[in-house]
């Protein structure tokens, strides 16, 4: 992309090869847009395509086997990192990553580690350094249930965690599993007549399947 005249704003950009003629591409990053408002979402959006095909272009002009290439399709949505965090009952802290935490209302063991990447361009494009050595950690019940609001769960990358955090418990091996804990926990609650924060573990640990 650089020899065609483009860098790319993502600096780790990946061609993934799916067919002989079609690639998945990764290659951009938008900084500093604010998740939650759609003027900033959709201006993100529109760059973002924007890039695309002027990554594509810088490509198709080196000639040779890239002479041919061309955008069959852009995301219908930009990956949004985080947006507004939702306070559970529990607060994923990077001092979890760092320590290691376990708790015994775990639903989820973490292993990805730390993987923070660049929010200011004009020091780095691509994943930042590990701020500090990770170990595997829980995520207990707790996070996934709101504090303020009755009702309400979280799931997937929008459990309550720090950023630093949130950096590693996002992926989508975890998300799997705190999607499917979100719902079994919604049925009990609703099978009960109760709130889920008022589903005992014993009970709700049993079902659930704890982590570990
Ligand atoms: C470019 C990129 C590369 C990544 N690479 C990796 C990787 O290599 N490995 C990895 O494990 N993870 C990776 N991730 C992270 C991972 O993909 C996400 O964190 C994960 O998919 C989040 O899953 P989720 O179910 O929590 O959220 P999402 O997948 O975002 O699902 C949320 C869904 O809710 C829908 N929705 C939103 N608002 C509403 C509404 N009001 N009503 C109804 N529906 C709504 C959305 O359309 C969406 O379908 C990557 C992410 C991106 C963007």
Known sequence: MERGGKSPAYSKSTLFQLRDDLCAMMANHEYGVLGINARDVTAATLRARGEVHALVAALRSLGGPWSRMRVVATATQIGVREGRPVRGRYVVTADALREGRRHE???CRVTFGA????????????IGRSPFRTKPYDIPLRVLISADADNLLMAGRRISGDFIAHSSHRVTGNGVRLGEVA???????????VAPRDVPWNEAGARLGAAG
């Open 105 to 107: 209302d775990a639903v």
């Open 183 to 193: 719902g079994a926990l919604a049925a009990l609650a609703a099978l009960r007549g």
């Open 115 to 126: 993987d923070v990447h660049a929010t200011d361009p004009t020091k780095g494009k691509g």
